[in-house]
C-alpha cells in the first residue's frame, strides 16, 4: 500500500484525478458490457420462444423424428 502521508499535495491531486478518470473508463466499460448482455439475453429469450413456437407446430410425431436423428 502507498503511503500517502509522505505524497506531495500536488501527486496526491495528480493520483486523484488520474484514480477519477479511471474509475469513469471503467464505468463506462461496465455500462457497455451490461448493455451486451442485456442484447444477449433479448437474442437467447427470442431464440428460445421462436423454438418452442417451431415445435408447437410440428405433430408430435414429427418432433420424435427429429429428436432421433440428432
Known sequence: ??????????????FCRDAVQKMAEQQAE?????QRLDWAEEDTLTALVAYRDLLRGWPSAEVAKGAARH
Open 1 to 14: 500500500m502507498a503511503d500517502f502521508d509522505s505524497w506531495s499535495k500536488e501527486s496526491l491531486v495528480m
Open 30 to 34: 461496465i455500462v457497455s458490457l451490461q
